[in-house]
């Protein structure tokens, strides 16, 4: 009987969800004295956010670009080809563009935190730190932490300037909609409370995607297949839990 409860996936998870938890408020506490050396967060702030601007503004563009594209085709067959604006400034700002750059952020950064940590790991320095009486929830966590929670909110306004560029070259430029109707009608349209739904998503998204990447390389085994065992695990639970949190706050906002 003890056998079987101990490999009961919804017992597993269950454990696994509190570990998350505990580690999440130990890092929170860590999080102040982290911010007492900001140099520590700058530096992490370039690794996750810096380093990841290429892949975010390309696929920001061929977003914008395919939004358009969809958009100019199902507004014509009603005949309101004029609010393309509109409806890439909503598509982008609430959804598309914390969500895309959430996935792109677990792919790029968050793998890349959780093999640095990871390896940190399996090499004895975080061991070798605590020997030394140095917490590495401090100086090695909490930094990368803070940069990727940092970082996310600036990604996705990086995201969403480019796919309206994309937007606009392809509705404007391309399918002949009269530019000032695109920015008047997005400008009429698209309300405060609109971005605030896209910065609390990609700063939630932040928290979620950077907590599971530095958690799993934090519990990695010290192995090389370990470390990519947990870089796998972040990925997949970065994605899969990006679209649980969207469902739920966009229902909240509606």
């Not at 290429?54 to 358009?68: E, H, K, Y």
């Not at 975080?126 to 917490?135: I, Y």
Request: charged share 10%; hydrophobic share 55%; proline share 3%.
């Amino acid at each position: 009987m003890s056998a079987v409860a101990v490999d009961n996936p919804l017992i597993a998870g269950i454990r696994k969800l509190g570990k998350v938890t505990l580690f999440f408020f130990r890092l929170l506490a860590q999080c102040g004295p982290a911010l007492a050396r900001p140099g520590l967060v700058i530096q992490q702030i370039y690794n996750a956010g810096a380093r990841s601007l290429i892949i975010i503004m390309l696929s920001g563009l061929f977003v914008g670009m395919v939004l358009a594209l969809t958009g100019i085709d199902l507004l014509q067959r009603f005949g309101s080809e004029d609010v393309l604006g509109v409806a890439a400034a909503l598509g982008l700002l609430k959804q598309l563009g914390p969500v895309v750059t959430a996935l792109l952020f677990a792919g790029r950064a968050g793998t890349s935190l959780t093999s640095e940590i990871g390896l940190m790991r399996a090499t004895d320095q975080l061991t070798a730190m605590e020997m030394m009486a140095v917490d590495p929830m401090r100086y090695v966590v909490a930094p990368r932490f803070l940069g990727g929670i940092i970082a996310m909110p600036l990604l996705v306004a990086i995201f969403d300037i480019v796919g309206l560029f994309g937007a606009q070259l392809v509705g404007v430029q391309q399918m002949g909609v009269n530019a000032g109707t695109f920015w008047s009608n997005m400008q009429a349209s698209v309300s405060m409370d609109d971005v605030t739904e896209g910065i609390v998503k990609s700063v939630a998204f932040g928290i979620a995607c950077t907590l599971i990447a530095v958690y799993e390389g934090y519990h990695a085994d010290p192995t090389a297949e370990g470390v990519g065992l947990a870089t796998t695990r972040t990925v997949v639970a970065s994605a899969v839990l990006t679209l649980i949190i969207t469902y739920f706050l966009t229902a909240a906002f509606l």
